[in-house]
């Protein structure tokens, strides 16, 4: 055995590139080398912005022989009528390198066949590695490809150089050009001489001697601390810490190859500006890190990361502080400029912004969340009418805002700053901040009652408009992100624990659009199956029982948390033992009756004492059962019908169902019927295995 290198030497990678393209890179090759039956130890793999590595520990130095049997002609075509071989069974053998002598006969499921087995010598990896490395280059998929010069492949970046060896040894290997070798490249600045690489084993050291730390594990650790020494080297910052955004050391952690910190600051006056302008300003354009006192307040300060020693800590430190101070010169001029009029102010400036070429404008969209909101507020929270109607016209002007347009992610944050400044009331500020949550999977939820409400105002609109229009996500195509949406909705309603048809809030969006969209039942079927598969794959994939999911929703679908509730009564239940006789009993049931659609049960014509029996069960249940149900207390309920568990059993060893008396027949017919539609206001359990 003996270890692996490949290093793929490029120009600067973005930084978001890296870490998806390393996992590809892992897991193509473990994919391959197996599929070569290769047997190894770790694979890890590296980079930087200027390298993707991969080291292969304990990689075998051969495969194994193995016997391969390959199926031939059937004896039909194989033999002749003397039983000698036929010329199509010689050719077949001649073809694979053997004699037919060495075939042999073999049933199948499809007849008798000839079989050739023979012993395939293993291949030595040397040979196997250029073919395998060549097709790990050809397999990276990047959000972003590009040819460069005259060359036919595509990389993120133009490859610059290649390192292939596996032990001491060099792989031959080439890429429009560029040879593989043994030399690597050091940090850019620090030590641009080759690097003439030894092996796997000292690939990271020898990097490192030359300034570059390869691995991003290591690599991120040495960011953290080199922003925690800049600020506890920093005259004054006694106590101060960062505010560490952890998407933010990513980046950073990918555009350096040896992170060095430096601590600047900027002029107090910038304070004015709201925090998140700030640290929007520096987190976004400059890869800065905020400071923040004991208290959590902003300081005036900053830690940038840069990618070479610094020798002149203060004139690295000025250079960081003019370019941000041009930024936030920009970012406060623009606050200025907005607060000169109230957002109310342009409320009918909406007008010059689309929300969808065919659903209107913005001001179009902003009426009807004022309405829909209301909507809401009426059903879910009537004391926040008023203040939903007044959040929703509001919601949607920062848009408008030099601010915004300097920086979009602003949207909302702004709306809010500018509505406190305004004299608005702050349930309603922070509801325009919040309506945007959660901006994506797993992040947080509005945390107020105004908030979830033009949350989901907002949404809602933009589902049904959408649909309206015939613009449903079609596979992997989804440029509206209504999938994001319908999730984001569920998990609002979820979270707030509302009571909601949303059925009807989709009739009445779809309404408010007029002759925009077509309104019709069609539509609106449409969005509710959208949503209930949002739900449903939500659910399976938080790792809720998919079965009980089906068994619910199978029923119908539309107030998410009476949904929920079901779900989480038939998963509870479902290894109570009584309740898994019962679900293939209730299975047997639902054969049965198939589409009988019910009737009274008529006491004089329950015969047998197994029939008797159930009906007074089932009556007493359903008697007892019901207000749960009304209350959905569906987990004792459940419990409550698993009492019928043996009378149904006892019914079914005891009655015929189908007998020739017509009456008789019907009435054990409404008696099945009667037993499933109760089980039925909770979920179809006949879809729920059981072992």
């Not at 987990?635 to 008396?661: I, W, Y």
């Amino acid at each position: 055995m003996a270890d692996l290198l490949f290093e793929i030497g490029t120009e600067e990678l973005p930084a978001g590139f890296i870490l998806p393209a390393l996992e590809q890179f892992q897991q193509n090759f473990i994919r391959k080398a197996e599929e070569l039956q290769l047997t190894f130890g770790q694979v890890k793999v590296a980079g930087t912005a200027r390298r993707l590595a991969l080291i292969v520990h304990d990689l075998v130095e051969r495969q194994p022989d193995r016997l391969e049997e390959l199926m031939g002609p059937s004896t039909k075509a194989g033999l002749d009528a003397d039983g000698a071989f036929s010329k199509a069974a010689q050719g077949f053998a001649r073809s694979k390198g053997a004699q037919a002598s060495d075939l042999r006969i073999v049933k199948t499921t499809k007849g008798e066949y000839l079989l050739l087995v023979r012993e395939v010598a293993g291949v030595q990896t040397s040979e196997l590695l250029p073919d395998l490395l060549r097709g790990l280059l050809a397999e990276f998929s990047f959000a972003k490809s590009m040819k460069w010069g005259s060359n036919s492949n595509t990389f993120a970046r133009p490859v610059q150089w290649l390192v292939a060896l596996y032990g001491a040894e060099g792989i031959n290997l080439s890429l429009d050009g560029i040879i593989s070798s043994q030399s690597s490249r050091g940090h850019r600045f620090m030590a641009p001489a080759l690097i003439q690489t030894q092996s796997a084993a000292s690939y990271e050291q020898q990097l490192e001697a030359a300034h570059v730390l390869v691995d991003p594990v290591r690599r991120r650790q040495r960011v953290l601390e080199e922003i925690e020494r800049a600020v506890a080297e920093t005259p004054g910052l006694s106590g101060a810490h960062l505010a560490l955004d952890e998407a933010l050391v990513d980046t950073v952690t990918n555009l350096v190859e040896c992170p060095f910190g430096v601590c600047g600051a900027f002029d107090e006056r910038f304070l004015e500006l709201p925090d998140e302008v700030l640290i929007t300003s520096m987190r976004e354009h400059q890869k800065y890190f905020p400071v923040l006192d004991t208290h959590g307040k902003l300081l005036p300060f900053f830690v940038a990361v840069n990618n070479t020693r610094v020798t002149d800590i203060a004139l690295t430190r000025t250079g960081h502080e003019r370019v941000l101070r041009a930024r936030l010169e920009d970012a406060l001029f623009f606050f200025g400029a907005d607060r000169q009029r109230r957002l109310d102010d342009r409320f009918s400036d909406l007008v010059g912004i689309i929300f969808q070429a065919r659903l209107g404008t913005m001001l179009e969209k902003s009426e009807r969340l004022i309405k829909l909101a209301a909507l809401l507020a009426e059903k879910l929270a009537p004391q926040y009418i008023d203040a939903a109607r007044r959040a929703a016209r509001l919601c949607k002007i920062d848009l408008l805002t030099n601010m915004v347009g300097e920086f979009p992610t602003l949207q909302g944050d702004m709306g809010a700053a500018y509505a406190l400044g305004d004299g608005e009331n702050a349930e309603v500020a922070l509801a325009i901040r919040e309506h945007y949550l959660p901006k994506r999977a797993g992040s947080a939820l509005p945390a107020s009652t105004l908030g979830a409400l033009i949350g989901l105002a907002d949404r809602l609109d933009t589902l049904v408009g959408c649909f309206g229009i015939g613009q449903q996500p079609t596979g992997t195509t989804d440029p509206f992100g209504l999938r994001r949406l319908a999730l984001a909705l569920l998990h609002i309603v979820g979270d707030r624990g509302y009571s909601l048809s949303l059925r009807e809030m989709v009739y009445k969006a779809l309404a408010l659009y007029g002759n925009k969209v077509d309104g019709s039942a069609v539509t609106v079927d449409a969005v509710m199956a959208f949503i209930q598969g949002r739900f449903v794959n939500d659910a399976v994939a938080s790792g809720i029982d998919q079965e009980a999911v089906e068994a619910v929703c199978s029923l119908g679908f539309d107030d998410v948390n009476d949904c929920k509730k079901k779900v989480d009564a038939l998963a509870a239940m479902r290894n109570d033992e009584s309740f898994a006789v019962l679900a293939a009993a209730f299975k047997r049931i639902r054969n049965i009756i198939k589409d009988h659609q019910g009737g009274e049960v008529v006491s004089a014509f329950l015969v047998e004492e197994a029939e008797r029996k159930l009906a007074d069960v089932y009556s007493n249940i359903a008697t007892m059962v019901q207000p749960l149900l009304a209350s959905k207390e569906y987990g004792q309920a459940l419990a409550g019908m698993l009492a019928l568990k043996e009378p149904v059993d006892l019914f079914f060893e005891s009655v015929m169902v189908m007998v020739d008396d017509e009456q008789i027949r019907t009435n054990r017919l409404n008696l099945l019927t009667a037993i499933s539609q109760l089980f039925l206001q909770i979920g179809d359990i006949s879809k729920m295995t059981v072992s």
